[in-house]
């Protein structure tokens, strides 16, 4: 089986702290993407990796880096939180011709 | 824009009745079409999956139908049961940008018993 591990379940920081989202896949896969979920607005693309050192803005890359040292894992930066980046935020990576495969999730509150 | 556009928003289906979610796109260059089912506080997990030389794919209680023409496709839960109570996802991806995919903005499923 697939497995995308997301660091932590839930996350709670304050205004202005830099805030690290680890994710871990263990298939080898070359692309691997962070999503933020909110009510009503589905899945939003923030940015994604096709390759070590690689990456790609998403739809709402703003507020946000991120960092592909190693295949395997790619972290999700919030330079300075702030409220309105409290959300679910998914991990996922996808291989060759197969879906993407998600992590649990990481439920971060900003206050 | 939204690539995906995904519908209803919300769904109420008495057990034993078929739930139906619809999702249209546009970009013809999207060669994959997975649905994703979703329970509270997990991830989405991958359900069932159709390319678009295909018009239909079965599997167990979940269909998905395929109209390229229309640039449409649904999913079709047979038999409808309480722990089919979910949020589902449909999307699309585009292999040749980086396997790139996009979501619709989610149906949320409750089977009444």
């Known amino acids: 089986d697939v497995k995308v591990t997301q660091s932590s379940r839930y996350l709670v920081k304050r205004t202005g702290e830099k805030v690290f989202l680890e994710c871990v896949q263990d298939m080898d896969h070359e692309n691997m993407f962070w999503y933020r979920q909110d009510p009503g607005l589905g899945l939003r693309l923030i940015y994604f990796?096709?390759?070590?050192?690689?990456?790609e803005k998403g739809d709402i890359p703003e507020g946000y880096s991120v960092s592909r040292e190693k295949k395997e894992r790619f972290s999700l930066i919030l330079e300075s939180a702030s409220t309105n980046q409290t959300s679910m935020y998914l991990c996922?990576?996808?291989?060759?011709?197969?879906?993407?495969?998600f992590g649990q999730g990481t439920r971060l509150t900003v206050v | 824009q939204q690539q995906v556009k995904q519908s209803p928003q919300s769904l109420i289906v008495q057990k034993g009745g078929i739930s139906i979610i619809n999702c249209a796109y546009e970009?013809?260059?999207?060669?994959?079409f997975p649905w994703y089912q979703q329970f509270p506080g997990k991830g989405p997990a991958l359900l069932i999956a159709i390319r678009p030389d295909v018009s239909e794919k079965k599997e167990g209680r979940f269909t998905i139908s395929f109209n390229k023409s229309a640039k449409q496709f649904s999913l079709h839960i047979m038999d409808s049961q309480p722990g089919d109570s979910a949020t589902y996802f449909c999307a699309a991806r585009v292999r040749s940008n980086f396997n790139k995919f996009y979501f619709g903005s989610g149906t949320k499923l409750n089977v009444k018993p």
């Open positions: 970009n013809t260059a999207f060669d994959y």
């Open positions: 996922a990576s996808s291989g060759g011709p197969r879906s993407a495969f």
């Open positions: 990796s096709y390759d070590v050192k690689m990456k």
